[in-house]
């Protein structure tokens, strides 16, 4: 089993989820936050809209999944498809090893935990 964290612009979620749905993705976790990397830094407008500053962090979202070793591929190449744009500040993608997947209500184990 693998994990794969994807940090992604968090308006592309919507059709992440959808393209995820449609490849057979089970499950996944999206936890919203800001990120300063590369990429172009927002410029936010302050007050009545008279004054503008670039902000130090985007915003980003991180989606988290555990899939069998033989969907890795698919699963990455889906994010991929789905939110590049060829600019730096994309995100990143991180693929890591489970040594174990418990279901908790019924408390399967390994690969039938995913399911």
């Known amino acids: 089993m693998k994990r794969i964290d994807a940090i992604v612009h968090s ?3 919507p059709e992440l989820n959808e393209k995820l749905k449609e490849i057979g993705v ?6 919203d936050g800001k990120g300063r990397g590369k990429g172009e830094k927002p410029v936010v407008q302050s007050g009545r ?9 985007s915003a980003r979202a ?3 999944t555990v899939v069998n070793d033989s969907e ?5 190449q889906t994010i991929l498809d789905t939110v590049s744009t060829g600019s730096p500040g994309d995100g990143k993608i991180f693929v ?9 209500g019924t408390q399967k184990r ?3 935990a995913l399911k």
């Open 26 to 31: 089970g499950g996944f976790t999206i936890t």
């Open 72 to 76: 890795v591929d698919k699963v990455v």
């Open 96 to 104: 890591s090893s489970v040594a174990e997947a418990i279901d908790i």
């Open 49 to 57: 809209g008279t004054g503008k500053y670039v902000s130090e962090f």
């Open 110 to 112: 390994g690969n039938e």
């Open 62 to 64: 991180n989606l988290s």
């Open 11 to 13: 308006e592309k979620i």
